[in-house]
């Protein structure tokens, strides 16, 4: 099995800045992508950004490109998010997931086998 532990969020205020950082444990090997989804109050969870683990490649939602970025550390398993210039619209539960298909970077929730508890991201007006 694989274990995914979320960390990093918080309150911050708009135009404010957060990292996000999700290590993963157990078979790790079995991982080729990892994503981060957030889900809103009343809203469905949807696609952040995702980083294939081999090849680096990445993926980000519309909604977050030029302000959000995704990296990895291999060696110690895990993926960040940097998110700089955040809005209220931001605000969300934060998921870290991972994938073990090793095409590219998926981002229907669904296609992901893994999840973290998610941790709590809240941009003030």
């Known amino acids: 099995q694989v274990q995914l532990v979320e960390s990093g969020g918080g309150l911050v205020q708009t135009g404010g800045s957060l990292r996000l950082s999700c290590a993963a444990s157990?078979?790790?090997?079995?991982?080729?992508?990892m994503g981060w989804f957030r889900q809103a109050p009343g809203k469905e969870r949807e696609f952040v950004a995702g980083?294939?683990?081999?090849?680096?490649?990445?993926r980000y939602a519309d909604s977050v490109k030029g302000r959000f970025t995704i990296s990895r550390d291999n060696p110690k398993n895990t993926v960040y998010l940097q998110m700089n210039s955040l809005k209220p619209e931001d605000t969300a539960v934060y998921y870290c997931?991972?994938?073990?298909?090793?095409?590219?970077?998926?981002?229907?929730?669904?296609?992901?086998?893994?999840w973290g508890q998610g941790t709590q991201v809240t941009v003030s007006s």
């Open positions: 997931a991972g994938d073990r298909n090793p095409f590219g970077v998926r981002t229907w929730s669904l296609n992901y086998d893994y």
């Open positions: 980083v294939n683990w081999s090849s680096g490649s990445t």
């Open positions: 157990g078979r790790t090997f079995s991982i080729a992508a």
